[in-house]
């Protein structure tokens, strides 16, 4: 192996080990939630729906939601797919794992995915370093500039889309720069595939391909055959360019249509609500001056490194003038797009996260000065670290870079220790927002008199008030846990990598090495950021934030995943802990039902409605989870409304979470059968209650679920609380399956009833996949609860209980 390969390698190894060991394992953003949303639901059910957290959609204003509804309420994000379908690979890896009994968090374990991402762009920008003419030392240097010191080091821990641009756009440039110097037409491909993935990360970034495509047309004329006469093979090679690089990109486009009209209906129908306030509407001069010199989000508070690739600029351009100019047509392409856009500050976020696609490209212009100051020197007899030594040694102008990139390094150092959504909430209660209309909010700190209240500032703020509260890493836990076997591996990986780095940047010169390393040694690298990853990911799965191991959600979840069938459906009425079931969920189930996460309110949405009234139609049972309400809450719309329409077989709490079976009319549509029953049940031979009518399935498999109604009427008051009971019963009289209840499963009560209105009862009963096939007596009943021993209602013969019919149990 060349010792180039061996050092890519080892760059990539040390950089995911700096974004593993610094990652919080968390969202931070919501917006993250969405695109991991749609990763979860192509790895497990090949959909891309976001109904996991429908309650987003229902937020401040429709600006701001994350995702739009299709016609038949389903809820699908508006960002673009390629990073949730990138990382699938990464989430089925770790999803297997998880179901060899490992517990793997998948939340946490998917969030590493954008640190790999970013340090392959590393690895990229190296190689660009080297196709420009510089060596490998050089390209070392970039490449840990780009991985340390810029805003790409905190975006590394989030599941953005934004690193994927970067590495998107990186290749593009590279394709053709490769190009343009080898004058093989294959690079075209590798330039258009990065093509197809910008577009498909973010389209609007189509405006950035045709600097690009420019600079690749440039490079297709300089390279044509001396003999300029033949023009057949002038064509040929223009044709055949054009194509390599327009290929991916409308096959790329077309996927995007078909995407877009599986969803909406519409091919260009993207989700954004642009009818809302969303676009390229804010006012230019506010939006330049925010990205680039506002406290608040300019890029050069955020990344001081590019301050010396301003300065240093010039001396790139009289290098390497063609991609100079692309870098800049690049730069004022993507900054112009953004300024306009009407969040351009990208909501709660680090630094401009919208301007991270453009870090590799500023990094890269740091190259010929880096080159210059790596070249090998002549041995000094002043002291090598003395004023002096190091000015001659670098001059000023490798001091000013080494400043900055100093400087730079620490401020992704406080992004990524500690957590800046906590002072970004904090500039909310300094900068009150207008929530009655957010999209007219502007962003704080925006003057330069408001320095002090910058988020690089805030950092040093939260640090100072209460580091441990604020920390973001997951190994140092805001409750006092510090995982010191992560500390540990994570250091000495760093240190084994860091070392092997330095040897290969000490090994390496201005031209191209021949030097080789072991096949053996290649091969043990990549275990050395797997091994961190796995101490890791066991650690971090003991946060709180994503439950306790048999305690409240995790309980749910460990009782409900052995029993979920595919034609079952989840509802979660549980909005502030969606992160609980998406990390652990489809690696304890073996078989994951299609999840919609609401909140208690929901009904009020013709969406939530129209959503759940499919399922009734097309599910055999739903199961329900509610986080921190009480059975019977008035304000739990989604509650509610299923008790008129559904079938209650069973309701468990877990501490403060509770799980509730309900049956679908689904089995009574397909062989539902109705008995008139006329029967009157009552105290001291007074009837009371009045069965009129049975609804219930003819016949069910073992382990179905059986909806049953029950039609009566109440003959005259009742001051009782009674309760209903129905059972199923073997021939020997034993019950197989049963149900305890109140009137509408606790909404009402009998002495609220009216007297003579007709009244319905809907309860089922969950039969064991065990039971004997034959036929069973399905029987129901009332009794007083208040009356010791429960005395039960009674018939005119003196029975306790009315015979509903009998069910078939068939194999």
């Not at 080789?516 to 040694?521: I, K, N, P, Q, V």
């Not at 797997?530 to 048999?550: M, N, R």
């Amino acid at each position: 192996m060349s010792n180039r390969f061996f050092g890519l390698l080892v760059l990539v190894a040390l950089l995911c080990s700096i974004y593993v060991l610094t990652s919080a394992g968390k969202f931070h953003i919501v917006d993250e939630v969405s695109l991991f949303a749609v990763t979860e639901s192509l790895a497990t059910r090949g959909n891309v729906d976001t109904n996991a957290i429908a309650w987003t959609q229902w937020v401040n204003s429709p600006g701001e939601v994350l995702g739009a509804f299709a016609s038949d309420g389903e809820v699908y994000s508006k960002k673009g797919p390629a990073p949730a379908v990138l990382a699938v690979p990464w989430y089925l890896l770790l999803q297997a794992l998880a179901h060899f009994n490992i517990e793997i968090g998948l939340v946490q374990g998917t969030l590493l995915w954008n640190g790999l991402i970013t340090a392959f762009t590393a690895g990229l920008l190296w190689l660009t370093v080297v196709r420009l003419g510089y060596g490998d030392r050089t390209g070392i240097v970039i490449a840990l500039l780009f991985g340390l010191c810029t805003i790409a080091w905190p975006y590394a821990n989030h599941f953005f889309g934004e690193s994927l641009s970067a590495l998107s756009l990186l290749l593009v440039f590279y394709g053709i720069l490769a190009y343009r110097v080898t004058g093989r037409l294959g690079w075209t491909w590798l330039a258009g595939i990065g093509a197809a993935m910008a577009i498909s990360t973010v389209v609007a970034h189509t405006i950035l391909l045709v600097a690009l495509g420019a600079y690749g047309l440039v490079g297709v004329l300089a390279t044509l055959p001396d003999n300029a006469e033949n023009r057949l093979v002038t064509v040929r090679r223009i044709l055949v360019a054009s194509i390599g690089f327009l290929l991916p990109l409308l096959a790329a486009g077309l996927l995007l249509m078909v995407y877009n009209y599986l969803r909406f209906g519409s091919f260009f129908d993207t989700g954004y609500h642009f009818e809302s306030g969303e676009g390229f509407t804010a006012p230019a001069v506010q939006g330049l001056w925010g990205l680039l010199i506002s406290p608040y989000r300019g890029v050069f508070w955020h990344t001081p490194l590019f301050i010396a690739a301003l300065l240093f600029f010039p001396a790139f351009f009289r290098q390497h003038r063609a991609e100079a100019l692309v870098i800049l047509a690049l730069s004022l392409l993507l900054v112009g797009l953004y300024c306009r856009w009407w969040m351009w500050w990208g909501g709660f976020a680090w630094g401009p996260r919208f301007l991270v696609p453009l870090t590799p490209f500023w990094v890269l212009t740091l190259a010929p000065l880096v080159e210059r100051l790596t070249q090998p020197q002549p041995a000094r007899a002043a002291p090598y670290f003395s004023a002096s030594a190091l000015l001659s040694r670098f001059g000023a102008s490798g001091l000013i870079l080494a400043g900055f990139a100093l400087l730079s390094g620490v401020v992704q150092l406080l992004a990524v220790s500690v957590n800046y959504v906590n002072y970004e909430i904090k500039l909310r209660s300094i900068f009150p927002v207008d929530w009655e209309d957010p999209l007219r909010f502007g962003p704080p700190a925006q003057n330069l008199a408001d320095w002090w209240y910058s988020p690089v500032f805030g950092q040093l703020q939260l640090l100072r008030e209460n580091f441990r509260g604020n920390t973001n890493l997951a190994w140092l836990r805001a409750d006092g846990t510090t995982h010191y076997l992560t500390l540990f591996v994570g250091i000495a990986a760093l240190g084994t990598l860091g070392i092997l780095l330095v040897n290969v940047y000490q090994a390496s010169r201005a031209e191209r090495t021949s030097s080789s390393t072991s096949r053996l040694l290649v091969g043990l690298i990549p275990l050395i950021p797997v091994t961190l990853i796995g101490v890791w990911l066991g650690q971090a799965g003991t946060d709180p934030h994503y439950g306790t191991p048999g305690e409240g959600y995790r309980a749910v979840i460990a009782d409900l995943c052995p029993q979920l069938q595919p034609t079952d459906a989840i509802v979660t009425i549980a909005p502030y802990y969606y992160q609980i079931p998406m990390n652990w969920m489809p690696g304890e189930c073996s078989t994951l039902p299609p999840i919609y996460g609401y909140a208690a309110t929901s009904m009020e949405h013709l969406e939530a409605e129209q959503v759940l009234l499919r399922l009734l139609q097309s599910r055999e049972r739903l199961w329900v989870i509610t986080a921190g309400l009480p059975a019977n809450d008035p304000e739990n719309s989604i509650e509610r409304w299923l008790t008129d329409v559904a079938y209650e077989a069973e309701d468990r709490w877990f501490g403060d979470y509770r799980l509730v079976r309900y049956a679908t009319p689904l089995r009574l549509l397909q062989n539902g059968v109705n008995t008139r029953l006329d029967i009157s049940l009552g105290m001291d031979t007074t009837p009371q209650v009045t069965m009129i009518a049975t609804r219930a399935p003819a016949s069910v498999p073992p382990g179905a679920i059986l909806p049953i109604e029950i039609t009566f009427q109440l003959e005259q008051p009742i001051t009782s609380n009674l309760h209903w009971f129905v059972q199923l019963l073997s021939a020997d009289g034993y019950a197989v399956a049963l149900i305890d209840t109140q009137p509408m499963h606790g909404y009402r009560t009998f002495p609220t009833l009216p007297v003579g209105a007709t009244q319905v009862e809907r309860v089922a009963l969950q039969l064991e996949p065990n039971l004997v096939p034959g036929v069973y007596q399905l029987i129901a009943g009332l009794y007083d609860p208040a009356v010791e021993g429960g005395k039960r209602l009674q018939l005119p013969n003196g029975k306790d209980h009315i015979e509903l019919g009998a069910i078939e149990v068939t194999p």
